[in-house]
């Protein structure tokens, strides 16, 4: 009967030592995961004043030859 109880312990213990193991293995993914989103998220948003930028400097460019042909 003692036998069954420490092989129920450790059973027990042994247990949870995998739960946590399995845990942290899915923090790690869940972790890399969201890294992986925010690098996407600022590359796209990188992109995105790139473009404004040029959007920008192209109207701002295409008023100054108006002007230029105005006068």
């Known amino acids: 009967m003692s036998v069954l ?3 129920g312990r450790w059973g027990g ?3 949870l030592i995998a739960l946590l ?3 942290v293995k899915q923090l790690i993914a869940l972790v890399g ?3 992986l989103a925010i690098k996407f998220a600022l590359i796209i948003a990188f992109i995105g004043l790139m ?3 040029v959007i920008t400097f192209l109207s701002a460019r295409r008023k100054r030859h108006r002007e230029a042909e105005e006068i």
């Open 21 to 23: 193991i399995v845990l």
């Open 51 to 53: 473009l404004l930028i």
């Open 33 to 35: 995961f969201i890294m």
């Open 5 to 7: 109880q420490v092989a």
């Open 13 to 15: 213990i042994l247990a």
